[in-house]
C-alpha cells in the first residue's frame, strides 16, 4: 500500500508570510496513463475538506492564486504565497494512482 | 451545484450494524464513480470504499474489508454503505464522496458534510 508522508505535522506561520507543506509517497505516484492523481485538500475547523490542487499543479475554480502545488514522481509540495487568516485549518495530501487510495497525516497550519 | 447529503449515522454498540445513505444532487449521479471517507474524532482522513459509477468495481480498505458494503441506487441518485461488526475503531465522521473521473477514478473533487458514527456499549 502506498504511504503518504506530510511534513511538518504543524505549522505556525505569520501572516502575510509564505507556507509550505511537503507530501512525500513510499512509491511513485505516476499512473500509467502519464497522470500522477495527487491531490491537496483544505479542512478549515468544523468543516469537510474541500479539494485545492488535483493532479499535483492544477487549482480548483474558486481557489485563491496564492496556492500552488508542485512535484513529481514521489515529492510534492503545496506553498502558499502570502498566509492570510482564512487559510488556517488542516491540510491533506491524498493519492488515487494506487489502491487503496490514501492520505497524509494532515498538516495543521495556524497563524502564529 | 454538487450537493451530498450524508444520513443514517448514530450510536451503535460493539458488534451491531448501520447503513449509511448518501442523497446526491447537481451532477449526473449515474455517470461518476463514489467514495466514502471517514475521520475518527480529531485524526486524519482515511479512505474507506469506492464504487464505479456502474457497480462493475468495488474496493475495500483492509480495515472494512468483509465487513463494509459499499452500493448504489442510480434510479435514486443515492450512495450506501453497509456496515456489519461494528467495532470501537469504526468511530468516525463518515463522509460521501465524488469522484471526478467519469469512467477511471481520478480521485475525489466534492465531499459531503458527514454523518457521525459512535460504537459503544
Known amino acids: 500500500d502506498v504511504v503518504l508522508t506530510q511534513s511538518p505535522l504543524s505549522l505556525p506561520v505569520t501572516l502575510g508570510q509564505p507556507a509550505s507543506i511537503s507530501c512525500r509517497s513510499s512509491q511513485s505516484l505516476v499512473y500509467s496513463d502519464g497522470n500522477t492523481y495527487l491531490s491537496w485538500f483544505q479542512q478549515r475547523p468544523g468543516q469537510s475538506p474541500r479539494r485545492l490542487i488535483y493532479?499535483?499543479?492544477n487549482r480548483d475554480s474558486g481557489v485563491p492564486a496564492r496556492f500552488s502545488g508542485s512535484g513529481s514522481g514521489t515529492d510534492f509540495t503545496l506553498k502558499i504565497s502570502r498566509v492570510e487568516a482564512e487559510d488556517v485549518g488542516v491540510y491533506h495530501c491524498m493519492q488515487a494512482t494506487n489502491w487503496p487510495y490514501s492520505f497524509g497525516q494532515g498538516t495543521k497550519l495556524e497563524i502564529k | 451545484q454538487v450537493q451530498l447529503v450524508e444520513s443514517g449515522g448514530g450510536v451503535v454498540q460493539p458488534g451491531g450494524s448501520l447503513r449509511l445513505s448518501c442523497a446526491a444532487s447537481g451532477f449526473t449521479f449515474s455517470t461518476y464513480g463514489m467514495h466514502w471517507v471517514r475521520q475518527a474524532p480529531g485524526k486524519g482522513l482515511e479512505w474507506v470504499s469506492f464504487?464505479?459509477?456502474?457497480?462493475?468495481?468495488?474496493y475495500y480498505a483492509d480495515s472494512v474489508k468483509g465487513r463494509f458494503t459499499i452500493s448504489r441506487d442510480n434510479s435514486k441518485n443515492t450512495l450506501y454503505l453497509q456496515m456489519n461488526s461494528l467495532r470501537g475503531d469504526d468511530t468516525a465522521v463518515y463522509y460521501c464522496?465524488?469522484?471526478?473521473?467519469?469512467?477511471?477514478?481520478?480521485?475525489?473533487?466534492?465531499w459531503g458534510q458527514g454523518t457521525l458514527v459512535t460504537v459503544s456499549s
Open positions: 464522496a465524488k469522484d471526478p473521473g467519469a469512467g477511471m477514478s481520478e480521485g475525489i473533487d466534492y
Open positions: 464504487i464505479r459509477y456502474d457497480e462493475s468495481d468495488k
Open positions: 493532479k499535483v499543479s
